[in-house]
């Protein structure tokens, strides 16, 4: 949560607004981290944190909270220990949830566990991993994912939860743009959006092809948006650094440019915030990758983004299309259609009489 920067963070913060706002759902967050110094009270949300990483201080965190009637847990297993194996925090909710039996656990898994080669540490800690994820699942009253793959996991470790999992693409974290100018009104700009590991990754195709494939499709400016790389790209195509900017203020940029580019498996886009938000904002998704299946969320490449190579082929009104499939795609899952979705799944394990 602010101060700190966070697309988690914001996901929850988000949420948490249109819950509040659409469906008079409110919203007490703890944070589980007890370095965090930010204030008691953000967006009219009260905030508070543990006082140590223990299942005694997320208890003691959760009373001071109180009452409530459901917990509702955003789930990525570094968020909350250095090795992404967060004992304190299963071990804490598996008592508290013995202390109240009436108290009911939704977790949104946004990861998982994670993978790693022999010579990393999430190589050795993903086995551990996997079972607090498992364990996790076996203690809520529902799940959530952004990932097909992992609802279809869950359901597998916690039989009680297969068919059920609720799955949806996560939604644009920066806005959604409800109107936009005309595609060929909207600046020939290519916007490379988000953190530094993941826009480092978009420039890291070959330089040489790259460049020929925006000249050809006549991208006049490269717009960098998030915290600066350490090294960045030389290129001949003109490239404007914006840094970090306010939500409002990405929004507006993506809503007068044409193209979005990233470097990530189509397969893993529906967890993507740089991809939902590209999608928000009817940007043309342009990727490095090559893949034509459609993946388990209906994306598909040449209909909904368009790999730089076969996007060379295309005439105006043919990429226009792409702009229109992707944004069509989004708004089934937009925020607020994932908040009511959310709050109905709440109301349904809320319990008689809560």
Sequence with gaps: MPPAIDGLGDYALLLAKE?????????????????WDGRS??????VSSVTKRSSDGLISAMKKAGPFQLVLLHYVGYGYAKRGCPIWLVKG????????PNLRLMVIFHELFAFGLPWQSSFWTSLYQR????????????????WRQSAEWLGEKAPKHRGRVACSPVFSNVGEASQL???????????????????????AWNIERMEHALKELQISQIVDIGPPCSTP??????????????????????????????????????KSGVFAAYAAHGLVPLCSQRNAKPNFEG????????????????????????????????????????????????????????
């Design 41 to 46: 009270e953000i967006e009219r949300f009260r």
């Design 131 to 146: 079972w607090l994820s498992a364990k996790l699942a076996k203690l809520a009253s529902a799940c959530c994912a952004s």
């Design 181 to 203: 100018p005309g595609f060929e009104r909207r600046h020939p700009h290519l916007v490379v959006f988000g953190g530094v590991a993941t826009r480092s990754r978009a420039y």
């Design 299 to 354: 994306l598909e490449s040449g209909v909904h983004l368009l790999n730089l190579e076969n996007a060379l082929a295309r005439e105006l009104p043919q990429v226009e299309t792409v702009a229109g499939n992707v944004r069509t795609w989004y708004a089934t899952h937009s925020l607020e259609r994932q908040t009511a979705r959310l709050c109905a799944l709440m109301e349904f394990h809320r319990g008689p009489g809560s």
């Design 19 to 35: 819950l509040r706002s659409a469906h008079n759902v409110h919203t007490e967050f703890i944070v589980g981290d007890s370095a």
């Design 233 to 270: 790209p030389k290129m001949s195509i003109p490239i404007v650094f914006r840094g970090c900017l306010p939500a409002n203020k990405v929004s507006a940029e993506m809503s007068i440019s044409r193209f979005g580019y990233f470097n990530c498996p189509i397969d893993c886009l529906s």
């Design 93 to 100: 909710l598996e008592n508290c949830l013995l202390e109240y």
